[in-house]
């Protein structure tokens, strides 16, 4: 964290109460080429400002603001409450969190950015539209409108705090509420955070690119604790004995070989022959879901599952739907 500088004519209320008031700032430097700026008013509290050199001799200035884009006031009358109303020193650190290029960038513009470069580092259409869906419905709302200057981090956790208290969605479809009419909170503590998630990466994206010049303030808000955690739920020898009786008889194939490995619908579907190893006893799943490949250690009945013919089996079944599906 930068060092907080000090200054005995700003440092205090009753050292700015001395001063003469006047429209020009009383300015103090803060680091090189930003000087924070304190205008003392000739009634009600004096204001902050923030000056910082452009080259060639020119100054941008600007009135630090909050989040609802108001003025920020010195604690001069009241108690500082970190965002309407601050401190010298509260003031330091927002005007170095507010740089140029970051003061008139808001969340809109940082999450139209992310957007943009979902698609282009080839994400799939799915996964856009989601992140698509929940920043228009959950994010811009509520803080699209503000400037990454203003944006502070007990505003992020208030609006996290929001997300987690909102009702269920309506299907626009339907009218019916998108997750049932009762979620605990661990389910809406588990959505607020995958929005979260979301808002965070665009931030990064925007900090590693350059365009913010910290990320202090999002890096401070923490996710709610233990929202994720999965139900365990697994079927009992006697339920996936009746699952699988009820299946067609090819498609039984398939099922019995996720029960024997526990792999998803679409790695199955990429296996071949020389995946499984009879000597090993394991299945190789080369193109999982994380990118990773890995190794998945079958029993004795796997192995007897697994040996001809029931790999050709299964991929003969995902051909057939393939071209049942595609019209091929």
């Known amino acids: 964290m930068p060092r907080k500088v ?5 440092e205090t209320r009753t050292a700015r109460s001395k001063l003469k008031a006047r429209a020009k700032p009383y300015y103090r430097l803060i680091e090189p080429g930003l000087h924070l700026g304190y205008r003392n008013l000739p009634s009600g509290p004096g204001t902050w400002i923030a000056r910082r050199y452009k080259g060639e001799g020119a100054y941008t200035t600007e009135n630090l603001r909050d989040p609802a884009n108001n003025i920020v ?3 001069d009358f009241t108690d500082a409450d970190g965002v309407r109303v601050l401190t010298f020193g509260q003031a330091q650190q927002q005007a170095r969190r507010a740089s ?8 809109s513009d940082v999450l139209d950015r992310y957007i943009g470069r979902l698609d282009t580092d080839g994400r799939s259409p799915r996964d856009i539209a989601d992140a698509r869906t929940r920043i228009d419905a959950h994010i811009r709302p509520a803080l699209g409108t503000i400037t990454i200057g203003a944006l502070t981090t007990e505003r992020l956790r208030t609006w996290l705090a ?7 969605r309506l299907r626009s479809s339907t009218g019916k509420q998108k997750y049932g009419a009762v979620r605990d909170d661990r389910a809406r503590q588990a959505t607020a ?8 990466a665009a931030l990064n994206a925007a900090f590693e690119d350059g365009k913010i010049s910290s990320d202090t303030v999002w890096r401070r808000v923490k996710p709610f604790k233990n929202a994720g955690a999965a139900r ?4 009992s020898v006697e339920e996936a004995r009746r699952l699988v009786n009820a299946c067609d008889p090819d498609f039984r194939l398939l099922v019995q070989a996720a029960l024997q490995t526990g792999a998803r619908y679409g790695e199955l579907c990429r296996l071949t022959v020389a995946d499984f190893n009879r000597d090993a006893g394991t299945i190789a799943v080369l193109k999982s879901k994380s990118g990773k490949p890995r190794h998945v250690i079958v029993t004795d009945e796997g192995r007897a599952f697994f040996g001809p013919p029931a790999v050709p089996v299964v991929r003969y079944y995902y051909v057939n ?8």
């Open 73 to 75: 006031l010195a604690d």
């Open 6 to 10: 000090r200054d005995s004519n700003l």
């Open 162 to 168: 929001d997300v987690a208290a909102a009702p269920s």
């Open 321 to 328: 739907a393939t071209v049942a599906r595609d019209g091929r």
């Open 100 to 107: 140029p290029r970051s003061a008139v960038m808001t969340i």
């Open 232 to 235: 365990q739920r697994r079927l």
């Open 193 to 200: 955070n995958r929005i979260w998630a979301i808002l965070r």
